[in-house]
């Protein structure tokens, strides 16, 4: 049977609406002539105000497009937020939720994530939701205890009739944009850990979730990483903002697929 893989462009803060069409353009044509099989997806996810621009350029490719955040309320006095039905009605169908920037530097806690995560599912996205350990954390050998509390806290009450739908980011902290990834092994040890805690909280369902690396893949280490058993794609940050590496990046998922 195929592997299933989403491989997720996180933009962050980059981009312009005229620099987001240029790049979605690029990455919508790489996508086209690698040919993707079904099992492997691509996901770009800009600025909110670079949504439109983005969605308007990769029309018809079957690259999709997603929010790198939003709020649990439907609509209110939330100044500068955007709600989960807004994004869904932009056209995204995705939503990061929890990236440890969220976490660190507007102060997001699990409790806060586990709103969102179930106000995006009952919307209708397919939240996207990363977890991950500092590097003191994993240095004290905590990093399991600290991503089953972020998946155990995150996920709780979610209805497991919407579950399914989501997906799940394990992103160490330390090898965020810093070059410096996990080794393959260190990635497929906490991936079938996660998968584990997944299968305690929501069943079945939880074992088929798929499971996303994020930290430093690149086109020369994502053969490595997304080879492993329960790695199914990657949220890429860096080599996700040049339609090259980005595509690179594609083309490893790919060739794993149909191997
Ligand atoms: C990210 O921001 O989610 C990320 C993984 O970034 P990078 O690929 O640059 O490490």
């Known amino acids: 049977m195929a592997r299933t893989y989403l491989i997720a462009g996180n933009w962050k803060m980059h981009t312009t609406p005229p620099e987001a069409r240029t790049l979605a353009t690029a990455i919508a044509e790489k996508h086209n002539s ?104 994993r240095q004290e050998e ?40 996990a080794t393959a092994e260190q990635a497929q040890e906490v991936h079938a850990a996660i998968r584990g805690f997944l299968t305690e909280i929501l069943g079945a369902v939880g074992a088929e979730m798929l499971i996303l690396y994020g930290g430093s893949l690149k086109p020369d280490n994502a053969d490595e990483i997304l080879s492993k058993p329960d790695v199914n794609g990657g949220l890429i940050g860096g080599a996700a903002l040049q339609a090259d590496s980005f595509a690179a990046i594609i083309a490893a998922a790919c060739k794993i697929a149909v191997s």
Not at 154 to 179: F, H, M, R
């Open 142 to 181: 905590w990093t399991l205890a600290v991503v089953r509390t972020q998946l155990v806290d995150g996920l709780k009450d979610i209805s497991l009739q919407n579950a399914s739908n989501l997906v799940i980011a394990y992103e160490p902290v330390w090898a965020i944009g810093t070059g410096l990834a």
């Open 34 to 137: 690698l040919k993707p099989p079904s099992s492997v997806q691509t996901l770009i996810c800009p600025p909110y105000i670079s949504i439109h621009a983005a969605l308007e350029a990769v029309a018809g490719s079957g690259v999709h497009v997603g929010a790198q955040d939003c709020h649990f309320e439907p609509k209110g006095a939330f100044t500068g937020e955007i709600a989960p039905n807004m994004v869904k009605a932009s056209g995204c169908s995705h939503v990061i939720l929890g990236h440890s920037e969220r976490r660190q530097y507007f102060g997001e806690t699990n409790g806060l994530l586990n709103k969102k995560v179930r106000a995006a599912l009952s919307e209708g996205l397919i939240p996207i939701y990363c977890v991950g350990e500092t590097l003191t954390e």
